[in-house]
C-alpha cells in the first residue's frame, strides 16, 4: 500500500507562486508514474499535470502549461509542483496520485493511489 501525503497548499494572490510537494511512503516511489489533480468545489477532479518515473515524460493540462512545473526525486520519494503566475481559476484541493504505468494519464481512472489533498487559494 503506497501512502501519499501532499504539502505546500495554502493562500496567495494571483499573480503569485506556491510549490506543492508529494512524499511517497513507498520505497520503490521509482517505479510509479505520479500526476497532479485539482477539484474546485461543484466541479469534477481535473487533471493537471503527470511525470513518468524516471522524469523522461511530462504533460500537463493547458489551462497550466507554461506556469507549471512537474518534478520528482526518485532518491527522496517525493514529487513537486511548481506553480507560478497564479490565477483565481487555479483555486482548488489539489491531489497527487500514483499508478504503475504511464499511459492514460490524463483520467483519474488510472491511477491506484492518492492523496488526501491540500487546499490552494488564489485571491482576485
Known amino acids: 500500500q503506497v501512502q501519499l501525503v501532499e504539502s505546500g497548499g495554502g493562500w496567495v494572490q494571483a499573480g503569485g507562486s506556491l510549490s506543492l510537494s508529494c512524499t511517497a511512503s513507498e520505497r520503490i516511489f521509482s517505479k510509479y508514474a505520479m500526476g497532479w489533480f485539482r477539484q474546485a468545489p461543484g466541479k469534477e477532479r481535473e487533471f493537471v499535470s503527470a511525470?513518468?518515473?524516471?522524469?523522461?515524460?511530462?504533460h500537463y493540462a493547458d489551462s497550466v502549461k507554461g506556469r507549471f512545473t512537474i518534478s520528482r526525486e526518485n532518491a527522496k520519494n517525493t514529487m513537486y509542483l511548481r506553480m507560478n503566475s497564479l490565477k483565481p481559476e487555479d483555486t482548488g484541493v489539489y491531489f497527487c496520485?500514483?499508478?504503475?504505468?504511464?499511459?492514460?494519464?490524463?483520467?483519474?481512472?488510472?491511477?491506484?493511489?492518492w492523496g488526501q489533498g491540500t487546499q490552494v487559494t488564489v485571491s482576485s
Open positions: 496520485a500514483a499508478r504503475e504505468t504511464y499511459d492514460d494519464v490524463f483520467f483519474p481512472r488510472g491511477y491506484d493511489y
Open positions: 511525470v513518468s518515473q524516471s522524469s523522461t515524460f511530462t
